[in-house]
């Protein structure tokens, strides 16, 4: 979906965003990695889901500094399809938290126990990846 449809469905609007905004965002990624980290050892489906925001908070920082921002429902689906749009290829971390986006619904709602190791290890390595990649993007 293009940055024209998404504003034209209202699903994302033009915003002017501080510096402070967007870094902050990314601090926010950078504590999540390391706290999935410390969960790996505890609590798989936690570490899973730290992951997932890292990575979401990543995503959301990108689409502020391209100045844009989720309206309405949906706001995960809307800030995965924007980065996606917006981010191209040397990005398929996106479709990894698209993936992650499901499996987390099932984790926190549904079920204890869903997430194995290998997932968790995954997706702490494809936040560690994506944030990496996004801040070399964001940074001035």
Same mark, same amino acid.
């Given at each position: 979906m293009s940055i024209a449809?998404?504003?034209?469905?209202g699903l994302v609007r033009r915003f002017e965003p501080s510096a402070d905004e967007i870094r902050a965002l990314l601090q926010i990624a950078e504590r999540d990695v390391s706290v999935a980290k410390?969960?790996?050892g505890?609590?798989?489906d936690w570490a899973f889901n730290v992951a997932?925001? !890292?990575m979401l908070q990543t995503a959301r920082a990108w689409m502020l500094k391209q100045k844009f921002r989720p309206v309405g429902e949906s706001h995960h689906e809307v800030i995965i399809d924007f980065a996606r749009t917006t981010l191209?290829?040397?990005?398929e971390e996106?479709?990894?938290?698209?993936?992650m986006r499901k499996k987390r619904h099932r984790a926190v709602y549904g079920e204890i126990g869903v997430i194995s190791k290998t997932? !968790?290890?995954n997706a702490l390595k494809s936040a560690e990846s994506f944030l990496k990649k996004v801040s070399k993007k964001v940074s001035p």
């Open positions: 449809e998404l504003e034209r469905k410390v969960l790996l505890s609590d798989l997932y925001n !890292a191209g290829k040397g990005f996106v479709d990894v938290l698209d993936i997932e !968790a290890e």
